[in-house]
């Protein structure tokens, strides 16, 4: 099917290329890296993302040319959807991007439904980005610095800093690759990880005072809520990241953010060391992801989701520990 989406690529000369809401490196970075390198060829490319840019990403070349509306009368011959298990996960131009053109499916997740005409999907890479690279190389395309950050930082922060264990041989030989393009791996992680607003600290401070550990000390979670975020003046999308925290306490094997979208809706981020499948937990509750990372929304207060979510884990823990 690569061979079919390279000849797309080269004969058509209209693209959409769209991400997921709520958008992070991975699926900027991916979209971004791919809108050069069809530039490059003389292409014309609008991407769009539903979400706005989070602030440490509004570094990367092309990152001020996202859209995040599309007009109904807009055409162009072939929709790009990169780091999206499923089409509704691009937001509210599934509808549109249903019915207009050829739809592309570019993606690292397993649960991904197989939606579109034509389908590259890779559970074992890394990122959305690992996959272009490669993708990139096969058109060709040459990889300029531009092309080559935005791929660095969706490989970067997909991988955790190359720390989680989706990082391979092949992503540092791609990573080393894109150094010798130009990038800079200490300058890139300053604007990435270093560049927290006070309050995101002021926000991390009462998450981590929710601090649950159950289940003989191997499920961790915590908890933002809308007044906290109201409290030290913060963004929903600086919650995102707190699952790292329980996640990494020793004995710790499934951690879980509970975050609060409305009175009665919560949304969960999910991590596993590998002992459970997560992406199945996610699944039950109509969301999905990788088995080491995924996400899900459940509806309910939150002693009552939290009574959905646990036992949903519980019940598999059990079933892989013994
Ligand atoms: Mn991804």
Redesign the pocket.
Known sequence: MEREIIEEIRNKSVFLIASHIRP????IG?ALALAISLNNMGKEVTVFNQDPIPRNLQFLPMSTEIVHEIDDSFHYDVALVL?CGDLDRVGNVAEKIRRTGKIINI???KTNSGFGDLRLINTYK????EILYDLLQEIPIPITYEIAVNIYT?IL??TGAFCHSNTTARTFQIAGELVTRGVNPSTVAEEVYERQSASRLRLLALVLNTLEISDHGKVGSVVVLSSMLERVGATPDLGENMVDYPRSIEGVRVAVLFREVSKDQYRISLRSDGCIDVADVAKEFGGGGHSRASGCGVKGSLPEVKDKVFPAIRRRLIGSLE
């Open positions: 992070e490196g991975d699926a991916s780091d993606d690292h997740h890394s990122s959305t980005g969706a922060t997909d």
